[in-house]
């Protein structure tokens, strides 16, 4: 698995992991609790601000990866208008939005060791019911890493697509990306299991 | 070398995959320190790394490397052994190089410091102390050999797998690796469909649909393998599908 993208130096690349971890969970409580539009629309505006520190480019790429998202925004909306509830329906894609360009900014700035340490402390407690913590920390943070991977691989196939035909893929590449997402998964699952006990 | 004393063993180790038979009762003993498994495509090498290395479990038989079982036993067999994959995409399982190096120490037990100093060591010491922080992406495909090579080396294991090495190297990189192969005080188990790379071994398995055909010093074995596949050469082998 060549992952594409690399943790970014910032001046968020120094806070500790679970500190950043528990930003986000709060920032998620926080506008869980608010349903007004324009606040979580100001919201949304303060967290890409947010990634200012980190570099132009950054923040400038924020829409970029948000755009995966629009299949989402697409039914949650379409289902709110059909109800005659768009408010609502708007306030739910915006506090989405929130918290995957948190969890981006969060990814961009943590290293997978952190991560995966930050998550093995977090469950510790659970060890003493039984619970595979190391296992299970693994898993987690493998699964946050295989997120920018899978977007590289969508970009990949749209490219072959496009190299032997004129017309535009949409959504006929979601099965040749699901078979190679499972592909990866295998030999991701192997090359662990060649350097770690605990798969 | 006393650390050879045990080997790898396989004692009537099936491997099915798909339910096709894709190794079938091999009963082997290595101890040498340069061996060779020689085979052409689809002949089941792959998959013999793959069952020496615990990474998978054989059907029927049993498999022991330096006495342990490497498929229940992880944690003995992270120290006894290292695999090279013959694809190293497959095996970099991080953005940057000082974390890919770092992952396999902090899974033998080190902290997180203890690795983060052995892999700032191990790049000073080859000369690389500017890749730390490098992705590996923009690494070369040679470089990217070398990298799973450094993290391999960085676990310390006592014997390394290594599926078909050179392949896809321009001539340069296939002579530095070779040379760096060489010198390596592990035992080495080397697969490939390439006689060449063989030269040196002390023993070489020839390996056919999943059986061995041969096993003996390279003198010996590789002429007969460089015959026969001759003769399949001058026929149309390309049309059967491996499947
Ligand atoms: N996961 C799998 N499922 C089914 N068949 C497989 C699988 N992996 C390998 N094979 C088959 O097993 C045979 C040996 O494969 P492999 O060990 O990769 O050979 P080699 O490395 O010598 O080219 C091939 O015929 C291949 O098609
Ligand atoms: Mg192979």
Redesign the interface.
Known sequence: ???????V?SPYSRWPAGVKLALVAGLGMVIGALSHVALLAMALALVWLTFLPVGRAEAARLPLRLRPLWPFILVIGGWHILRGTPDVGLAVILRMLIMVAAATLLLLTT???ALL?TFSTLFRPFERLGLPVERIALALA?AV?FIPVLSQRAADLALAWRARSARNPRHRLLTPLALSALDEAE??A?????????? | MSEFSHGIELQFASVTLGGKPVLEDLTLRLTEARIGVLGRNGSGKTTLL?LM???IAPDRGQVRVDGVDPFRN??AT?AAL??L?QNP????????VE?EL???L??QGLT?EEAAGRVAALLVAEGRAHWA?V???TLSQGQRHYLCLM?VLL?QPRTILLDEPLAGLDLPTQARLARRFAALPQRLVTITHDPAVLAGADRVLWLEAGRIVADGPPGEVVPAFTAEMDLIGAQDADADLAG
């Open positions: 698995m060549l992952t594409p993208t690399s943790p130096e290293r997978f060791d340490a493998m890493r030999r991701s192997e090359a662990l299991r060649a350097r770690s006990a605990s798969v | 793959r290395a615990g990474l992880r944690k992270l290292g695999i994959f995409d497959h095996q970099i399982l991080f953005p940057t974390e770092a992952f396999g902090v899974q997180p922080k992705p590996v992406s993290t676990m």
